[in-house]
């Protein structure tokens, strides 16, 4: 069982930055990012694999930046130049698997309770 806490949501202009932490209690092979927005669906954003590979939905490539702390067993995701669109709450997710996709983070087996991040133009 693998536990996942998200922290670091707020309030930011248009423009802005923010990076959000996800404390895992566990280890799994990959460890990633989505987002919800209202009355949207789930959009996977970025995910990382145990050796450090990285894959990025085209949505967010170039603005943000997933990465991980093994000692601390602590995820991040440093988000920069946050549009409105960018509004939404931002899940931590992990499962395993021999692939790591952001396109499969939506669906992994943990996940946690989410942090919101808000973008004013």
């Known amino acids: 069982q693998v536990q996942l806490q998200e922290s670091g949501g707020g309030s930011v202009q248009s423009g802005g930055s923010l990076k959000l932490s996800c404390a895992a209690s566990g280890d799994t092979r990959c460890m990633g990012w989505f987002r919800q927005a209202p009355g949207k669906e789930r959009e996977g954003l970025a995910v990382?694999?145990?050796?450090?590979?990285?894959n990025y939905a085209d949505s967010v490539k170039g603005r943000f930046t997933i990465s991980q702390d093994n000692a601390k067993n602590v995820l991040y995701l440093q988000m920069n130049s946050l549009q409105p669109d960018d509004t939404a709450m931002y899940y931590c997710?992990?499962?395993?698997?021999?692939?790591?996709?952001?396109?499969?983070?939506?669906?992994?087996?943990?996940r946690g309770q989410g942090t919101q991040v808000t973008v004013s133009s």
């Open positions: 990382i694999d145990s050796g450090g590979v990285t």
């Open positions: 997710a992990a499962d395993a698997g021999l692939w790591c996709s952001w396109s499969d983070t939506t669906g992994y087996k943990y």
